[in-house]
């Protein structure tokens, strides 16, 4: 009976009968809802890895929920794009559960067991978001998403209460044009599957209300996302939840929407609409840029250490979305197409997942959240600091890290798209160094205090190291950021890069 | 003649592999110590292992991987790549065990963190030598500006931190223009590759406009060679412990530099290019301004080490003078330089820092009659600053020759060039020998507590002041003038006055 095809629907599934296990168990037993969600994830996460491996060999899974065939019924579609992104999504997930134990032992011990459930949902509203290829089931997905994500974001109380206000108010505008675009689509075509709207849209490209509709979709994830200038929620919303969160919100929540919107754009629309009727994609390029840079300098002026990790966020979703805009003008087999997008938002999961984490260590540690209050602490926290410098390294963007190679193939994107009809785009050459020299500025800024401004220089103070449940995590990321940078640099182009183009017909596909 | 071998990647893990040592073993300071020395005579070994190879004519080929189509990840040993790996591997040992005099005697702090940080650096140094394309060069050349990074601010006190931002600011920005010019290399071309004599379609791909801005980005890039007006990170880097001066500024990271303007102008551009650009004035004018600019700034300096900075910056400027002369001789001298001046300038800032860990004293206004007391390094000092000015019996006269015969080959204008060679060697003298005059003429003023410096620090200044001497009889010592000959001879350029 059992067989790969089953498993998408599973990874859901299970995700969310775990929230209902452990509200339960937690009643019982406070210890044990860290343990269910890390199993939960542990199995969601092989599961993904299959999925991933069926993918690449056999190819795509198409499930239908129920039995309805599509596209009455909603469908599980699962090609190369979504098992990529779902196996990095289990990852971090994975990771931060990890690092959770302790973290909320620590810091939220009264809210345990609403912690967790909440947490099993956001991953029920992630997984979701990417399986499906239902677009109005993408829509409930991102709202459990959301909704469960404002309440994680509140659980500290007080401060957080307000930002988690305004990322509801914005997230809600966000998903209301989400929700906007789908009924306009509806109302053209009759069907919410993104196979069938693919199919039945392109005669209807020249109506306004699809073009509309098309727009619609962009704002809202553009909020989703934070892209500059929607970004206001995200600096508040990052640097007051809990750390785990913070990751996870900054490492893949904000790139499930990119990946939300690269589905819209190639899979619900094509890239000859995109090119020929709304060419929005130019304009995404110079706001993209702008986010970089400015999102950068707003870091530099943040003295609260997440605040700045946010702002840097921002500048990276910057990278994210300048990769997904360069895409169509793109031709070649290495940083053609949608290769540098995907490529950074694994890197930026890696790198920034493990900053927050860091950051949440010394506000385990001892509530440190300022830049200043790190004097030091690499006496202490020896194996942390280090995490944290190799992460910081990996985005100053120093070879052969992950942030080298991501900023190197941006920038060989740039070029091939200026010099295939778009002069303008050398610009980004430009914007993409200079905005390594910021990276280096709020950076550097941090390890100096770390490791140079000792306290009383001479005297080695006793080292206080986070428990291995913590360092672990840390030191994993950070490992990663090198070792997949070398991996990028030996491996691309890689198969499974090549079939998400053809599936697109981006890059050396194009026709 | 392309041979494979694995030695270039063994020569490179020596440093990665001592490093991991040193911190495993850091509470064992003998045997940390112990590993760095290992690692660095068995880096110098199999390094000059390769060079019976190379004089032979062949290349030592080690590919890694392909990380982008036309550009391999990969070491490719050439004769001038292996001078400046011999030289700064075989520096490193000597700066080891200085090292070791010198951190023990000052009871530095950090000191596992200072022999680690020392390793990645010479990793850094011998990987920008065996790199065999732009792209590799650019990865060990960051490597190289963020591990000296903590040996810079070693000191952390404010003024260190100072020096290390500084330091990083100008490093890392240039880098930027590197990975810049790597990248437009790459774009117009499709390899990175250094080819004798220039990539050859570089100039039927881009038009003169965009290869002469691509040239100035390069240019921007190599600010490690410390050029001016992008010089001042130089000085100030000088608040590092005395060893990390002498091998890393005064060898490893500057040298780097030169180092990457030379392959840029002969293997890269390539010679004939570069007449056809005339980019040869641009890059001698400031070679001009610098060698004469820096040489007035060190005049007015009374800080040993700051002094001997701005000479660093006077010397490296040979360097680029004598490949801007675009000549068989001049490119030879330019080669031949940057192994000669390291000798030399590691032998200098090594006396330095014997006189500080002996004495305490860093100012030359304050050491007065220090050469009766500590003889044996101020006789050393003496022979490293006649190389300086370029005077025998030692090794930068004979660089100096041939500059001078590249200038008389370059015809017009650039054959009384000499002259302003003979104002700045002029300079030299004016700078360096009123500290001989001090040390060994003026009384010594107070007790005599002050000893001569201990013997790990005293073996190698003696060891470098013997080898610039026996540069000047035998250049061909370290086999130094037949790998430039090879060098020059796989260049293909014509004439040479061969003396």
């Known amino acids: ?16 009968l775990s929230a209902l296990t452990i509200l339960v168990a937690g009643w019982r037993n406070k210890k044990s809802c860290c343990f269910i969600s890390f199993a939960t994830i542990l199995v969601q996460f092989v599961m993904s890895i299959f999925i991933l491996h069926h993918v690449t060999t056999v190819g795509t899974i198409n499930y239908k929920l129920g039995g309805w065939a599509p596209p009455w019924g909603i469908e599980y579609v699962v090609d190369a794009l979504n098992a990529y992104v779902l196996v990095i999504l289990l990852f971090l997930a994975l990771v931060c559960v990890t690092y959770s134990k302790r973290s909320i032992e620590h810091e939220l011990p009264r809210q345990i067991v609403s912690f967790y459930v909440l947490f099993q949902l956001l991953i029920t509203g992630l997984c979701g978001i990417t399986l499906t290829g239902d677009i109005f089931n993408m829509y409930v997905f991102i709202e ?224 440190l959240w300022n830049i200043s209050d790190l004097r030091g602490l690499a006496k202490k926290m020896p194996y942390t600091c280090f995490g944290f410098t190799l992460a910081a390294i990996s985005m100053i963007g120093v070879p052969p890290t992950v942030g080298f190679v991501s900023k190197v193939y941006i920038i060989f994107a740039s070029l091939d798209a200026a010099s295939a009809g778009h002069p303008a785009y050398i610009v980004f050459v430009a914007v993409l160094l200079f905005s390594t020299l910021l990276n280096l500025v709020y950076f550097w800024r941090v390890i100096e205090t770390m490791y140079m401004k000792g306290e009383d220089s001479h005297s080695s103070p006793a080292k206080d190291e986070l428990p291995l449940s913590m360092l672990i995590p840390v030191l994993t990321l950070a490992s990663l950021c090198v070792i997949v940078g070398i991996f990028w640099l030996i491996e691309m182009p890689l198969p499974i890069f090549d079939q998400i183009n053809a599936l697109f017909r981006l890059g050396v596909y194009a026709p | 003649m392309i041979v494979e071998s694995i030695s270039p990647s063994l020569a490179i893990l020596c440093p990665a592999i001592a490093s991991i040592l040193i911190v495993l073993c850091g509470k064992w300071p003998n045997i940390r110590e112990g590993w760095t020395m290992l690692a660095s005579i068995l880096q ?54 200085y090292s070791i005099g010198y951190m023990r005697s000052l009871r530095e702090h950090a000191q596992t963190r200072y022999y680690f940080c020392f390793a990645w650096a010479i990793f850094g140094a011998v990987g920008v030598a065996l790199s065999g394309n732009l792209l590799t060069m650019f990865i060990f050349y960051e490597i190289l500006t963020v591990s000296t990074y903590p040996l810079v601010a070693h000191d952390e006190t404010p003024e260190a931190l100072f020096a290390g931002r500084k330091y990083l600011a100008y490093l890392l920005t240039s880098g930027v223009f590197f990975l810049a010019a790597v990248v437009l290399t790459y774009h117009l071309t499709g390899t990175t590759d250094f080819v004798n004599g220039g990539i050859p379609n570089l100039y039927a791909e881009a038009s003169r406009a965009v290869l002469v801005v691509l040239f100035v980005i390069f240019l921007l890039g190599f600010m490690k060679a410390a050029w001016m007006p992008f010089h001042s990170w130089l000085p100030t880097a000088m608040a590092a412990p005395t060893p990390v001066s002498a091998l890393l500024h005064a060898v490893a990271v500057v040298k780097a530099g030169v180092f990457g303007i030379v392959r840029v102008v002969c293997y890269i551009f390539g010679v004939d290019l570069m007449h056809e650009l005339g980019l040869g004035l641009v890059l001698i004018s400031i070679a001009i301004f610098t060698l004469i600019v820096a040489n007035l700034f060190a005049l007015a300096q009374d800080n040993l080490k700051k002094r001997l900075a701005y000479s660093t910056i006077n010397q490296l400027s040979l360097v680029i003078f004598g490949v801007a002369l675009l000549t068989y001789d001049g490119i030879e001298g330019a080669m031949m330089h940057i192994p000669f001046h390291a000798f030399m300038k590691i032998t200098l800032f090594m006396c330095a820092g014997a006189i500080m860990v002996a004495s305490g004293k860093r100012n030359i206004s304050e050491m007065a009659g220090i050469g009766r007391i500590m003889p044996v390094t101020m006789i050393a000092f003496t022979i490293g600053a006649l190389g300086m ?20 080959e370059a015809g017009g204008t650039i054959s009384y060039f000499p002259y302003i060679l003979l104002i700045v060697a002029i300079l030299d003298v004016m700078y360096f020998f009123p500290i001989i005059y001090i040390a060994f003429f003026k009384k010594h003023e107070g007790g005599s507590k002050i000893k001569e410096a201990p013997l790990f620090m005293l073996v190698p200044i003696a060891i470098t002041a013997i080898v610039s001497v026996i540069f000047y009889f035998y250049p061909d010592m370290f086999y130094v003038s037949e790998l430039v000959e090879t060098a020059m001879s796989s260049l293909g350029l014509e004439g040479g006055v061969h003396p």
């Open chain 2, 389 to 408: 000015c370029a005077l025998p019996p030692t090794a930068g006269y004979l660089s100096h020759h041939f500059l001078v015969h590249g200038c008389e």
């Open chain 2, 44 to 97: 110098f070994l199999i390094i000059f292992s390769m060079v019976p190879i190379i004089v032979a004519g062949n290349i030592i080929k080690c590919t890694f991987f392909t990380a982008f189509p036309g550009v391999d990840f990969g070491f490719s040993i050439d004769a001038f790549g292996l001078i400046f790996a011999i030289t700064s591997s075989f520096l490193w040992i000597l700066v080891s065990s």
């Open chain 1, 1 to 16: 009976m059992f067989s790969i095809e089953h498993l998408p629907v599973l990874v859901v599934v299970i995700s969310m």
């Open chain 1, 144 to 367: 459990i998403t959301s909704l469960s994500a404002y309440a994680l974001i509140a659980s500290r109380g007080k401060i957080a209460l307000k930002a988690s206000f305004t990322y509801l108010i914005l997230g809600s505008i966000g998903a209301c044009f989400f929700l906007l675009g789908i009924g306009f689509l509806y109302a053209i075509t009759g069907t919410l599957n993104m196979h069938d709207l693919s199919l039945i849209l392109p005669s209807y490209y020249e109506s306004r209300a699809v073009q509309a509709a098309f727009v619609f979709f962009t704002v809202g994830l553009s909020i989703k996302m934070a892209l500059f200038p929607l970004h206001t929620w995200l600096p508040d919303a990052h640097s007051f939840a809990p750390s785990e969160i913070s990751a996870m919100l900054s490492g893949i929540i904000i790139e499930v929407s990119t990946y939300a919107f690269i589905r819209v754009c190639f899979s619900v629309y094509t890239v000859d609409f995109i090119t020929h009727y709304v060419p929005i994609f130019d304009f995404l390029c110079w706001l993209s840029a702008l986010g970089i840079i400015i999102g950068s300098i707003l870091a530099i002026a943040q003295y609260n250490l997440k605040r700045m990790l946010a702002y840097s966020s921002v500048s990276q979703m910057g990278y994210i979305m300048l990769a997904v805009a360069l895409s169509t003008s793109t031709h070649s087999p290495l940083w053609g197409g949608l290769n540098p997008a995907l490529m950074h938002i694994l890197n930026h999961a890696l790198m920034k997942g493990c900053l927050f984490l860091v950051a949440g260590a010394f506000i385990y540690k001892a509530e």
